[in-house]
């Protein structure tokens, strides 16, 4: 079983004590990281073990070939740390899938002697996915680096979550890690924005061939969402998100984990893990579905159809800009192929 949290987390978090009660004289809920955006709740332990367990078994059933995409759309707790919670999020589960990915052995298509697998965790949050990629951002000094981290997102000066991680990655600098990427966009990334991207996303992908993709399906960047910062759609169109997950799932022939993540406007949240559901079955729902009635019905006006389509917000993220971030993930895709090169790979 993958372990990463350290001893005293999971004690504290898993305890079968009444939270409200030890809270008042234990100051550790401090250090853990129980209070703000991750405060106690009644059956927070059992909650714990569910997310964890629901990613673990979703990699399980990859690993033993009982499926070739996964899904886990309460996972994708991309913020939590070794020792502590952070940003909702109280347990690790992106990295215990990956870690139990890890101990999987791949046979080669050659002689047939299992090698080690290599995993790409790709993270499409709103928000940097620092759990995840601090965990993993030592892996790529390995001599056969197994594991890349990519994460697209938004970040500004204090925006969450604060890491030096988080800037563009630069091939250029000193620490650079062609194993830990950063692809952060400014406000109002459109589907055109994603589109032009996406190719840089799969240059790193044919560069590290991976054997499996973990998907952090976060939906905040939606048009619609409270965070009100990208401006993406959910629909069909090139750079779309659901076209991204379809590029993913259908095209890039790979064991596949998809995971939920950041969300904030419920109904979208659920019409969009529903549409991405949908193509991963390759059974893709319209998108002028109607919504069916039920108790949060009227939550789904004005529209009361699958479809989130994207706003008006202007793209700030410029041709500049986007040249620059296709020169750095040109040069980590041929560092990739190169550290590989070297490794056997």
């Known amino acids: 079983m993958a372990v990463y949290h350290d001893s005293e987390y999971l004690d504290f978090i898993l305890s079968p004590y009444n939270f409200s009660e030890r809270l008042a004289g234990d100051l550790r809920h401090t250090e853990f990281g129980i209070e703000e955006d991750c405060p106690a709740f009644s059956g927070l332990s059992d909650y714990v073990c569910l997310v964890a367990g629901a990613s ?57 002697v299992f090698r080690k697998p290599r995993i790409m965790y790709l993270d499409l949050d709103l928000h940097f996915s620092d759990g995840v990629s601090q965990a993993f951002a030592s892996s790529g000094s390995s001599s056969n680096p197994q594991i890349l981290t990519l994460s697209i997102h938004h970040t500004a000066p204090g925006f969450f979550p604060i890491s030096p991680l988080a800037s563009l990655s630069s091939p250029s600098d000193p620490c650079f890690d062609p194993f830990t990427l950063s692809l952060p966009l400014s406000r109002g990334a459109s589907d055109a924005t994603f589109a032009r991207v996406w190719k840089s996303v799969e240059k790193v992908k044919d560069a590290f061939q991976p054997n499996y993709v973990v998907v952090q399906c976060g939906v905040d960047g939606l048009a619609g969402d409270p965070y009100a910062i990208w401006n993406w759609s959910l629909g069909t169109t090139d750079g779309s998100l659901g076209w991204c997950i379809d590029r993913v799932c259908n095209s890039w022939r790979r064991k596949t984990l998809l995971l939920g993540g950041g969300g904030y406007n419920s109904p979208n949240a659920a019409r969009a893990w529903a549409y991405l559901t949908s193509i991963a079955l390759r059974n893709t729902l319209p998108l002028d579905a109607d919504i069916p009635d039920h108790a949060a019905f009227p939550l789904y006006s004005p529209s009361f159809t699958l479809d989130v389509p994207a706003g008006n917000a202007p793209d700030q993220n410029t041709d500049e800009y986007l040249d620059e971030v296709e020169d750095c993930f040109a040069r980590a895709a041929e560092i990739i192929e190169q550290k590989l090169s070297v490794a056997g790979g």
């Open 56 to 112: 673990l078994k979703a990699a399980d059933t990859l690993q033993k070939g009982e499926a070739v995409i996964a899904i886990c759309w309460d996972g994708g707790r991309h913020h939590a740390q070794k020792s502590h919670a952070s940003g909702f999020c109280y347990v690790a589960d992106c990295i215990l899938a990956i870690l139990a990915l890890k101990r999987s052995r791949i046979p080669s298509p050659l002689n047939g």
